[in-house]
């Protein structure tokens, strides 16, 4: 794989362009809840993995849910990544499961001492299922419960104790810096950077109707419909040579553009990686200061 690791989501809407042209990344990302059956898509895939690595980002199996995770959804998992030999498997920081049912949404949960423990439960299960180290990804919230650690906290001692890594979103960062009144930067530097293995950039959305309390803003959505913003371009281009290795994603989940637009902010990330001085040099100097 490049040196450089810059990818996109894939999703359907791009399958023949990214066929047809062979665009200039070095990987790409799925939901693999999209191909667990054995319908038609796996055709795209296939054709498409003969020239890509593919990263498997799951939304569905809810290390936050008080219950264990079906071993039926790792048992999926594991052979979608068998057969496609994933480079990462990453899942999100959240529930969507409740007994038999499932919400379509990535829900939030209190950062106490008994949510560790389930979600420590929850990951230890996956990776023994899949065999391998699974990355969790820093979620966004709009609500934010009493009596909760810090999140980077809750983060970091799920590593120590599962020895999971991080997907580091940044546009999750940047919405909940100014949702919830945080520090942004301060956040990024309270993560164990050794952990970061991953980096996903993406757009939002301002919410239309009342001022955010105390606030001349709006409720940020993170929507993955728009392209990235300029202050999130920002935010990454500011702690960059904390992970100068990381594969980013470009991801867009509905309102897609040309896939040029989305190979141009792939772009963007590239140009600033290598302003950093870390574009296709196998030799960076990792002893650079993350401070």
Known sequence: MAHEMIGLGLRPAYYDDVLASTPPVSCFEIHPENYYSAGGTHFWLEKIRSDYPLLLHSVSLSPGSAECVPAEDIARLKALADRYQSY????????????????????????????????CRNIQQIQEGVGVQI??????????????????????????????????????????????????????????????????????????????????????????????????????SRHIQCFPECPVIIERDSNFPPLDELLAEAEIARTIRARAGYVDNPETDKSRSCA
């Not at 993406?202 to 993170?222: F, K, N």
């Open 88 to 119: 990462h498997i990453s899942e999100h920081l959240a529930w969507s499961r409740l007994g038999q049912t499932y919400f379509h949404d990535l829900l939030p949960l209190p950062y106490t001492p008994e949510s560790l423990e389930t979600v």
């Open 135 to 236: 990355l969790l990804e820093n979620p966004t919230v709009y609500i934010r419960f009493q009596e909760s650690m810090p999140e980077t906290e809750f983060l970091t001692e799920i590593c120590r104790r599962t020895g999971c890594g991080l997907l580091l979103d940044i546009n999750n960062i940047y919405i909940n810096s100014i949702n919830h009144g945080l520090d942004a930067d301060a956040y990024i530097k309270a993560l164990p950077a050794e952990c970061v293995g991953e980096i996903h950039l993406a757009g939002h959305q301002r919410q239309d109707g009342e001022m955010l309390e105390g606030s001349d803003r709006r409720l940020l959505i993170d929507s993955h419909d728009a392209a990235v913003a300029s202050d999130v371009w920002s935010l990454y």
